[in-house]
């Protein structure tokens, strides 16, 4: 029975969810990805990006933000990690890029997970392996409307009630067993809408553009 798997950071390592054709779902954690994708599954998605350049912002999220706004981080770089600190990583991108053309808080903080994504995908395994943003995925879902913000309570029910129609009616269950985890609410939900996305989209974003390792950067959803 094909499995697909969602996937996403948290900050002592990573949190998957499943879900097969039966219906049949779960979610797993670990300090590393290497377990969780060695899981069965027909296709997975993950929420981080996937294909770097060694400079510039990616076409696929570029066009992301124009569809859901500031929620996509712009600025992943194949070189993020080599910087002391986000100071010096933007210093170094204003003066060869442009002022204004550095990194978030929020990309620089995820840095290491996106190291981790990168050391382990090959164009061979992006064959079932690829790339989703949860947002997009609920935008998607809603009928390309945008929900309330997901760290509301409205915005968090509204996103339960989209993944529960779509099989994870455990999810309410689920958010009451990750105490003691370091799985954050929104980490679980949004690995829940990557295995959606791993499921069942067809659509994506992104200029068929290839990075220096071969790696596609798009944008399931």
Known sequence: MPTFLGLDGFRFGWVAAWIDERGDHGFDYSPGLTRLLAMPHARAMIDMPIGLNPSGYRACDLRARELIG??????????????????????????????????????????DKIRDVDAIMTPARQASIGEAHPELIFWNLAGRVLLAKKTSAQGREQRIAHLEQRGFTRLPKWLTLRYRTGIGRDDLIDACACAVAARDSTQRVGDDEIDPRGLRMEINY
């Open 70 to 111: 500031p929620a996509v981080f712009l600025g992943a770089r194949r070189d993020l990690w080599t910087f002391p600190d986000m100071a010096a990583a933007n210093r170094h991108y204003w003066a060869h890029e442009g002022e204004g053309r550095g990194v978030s808080a929020q990309l620089w903080n995820i840095r």
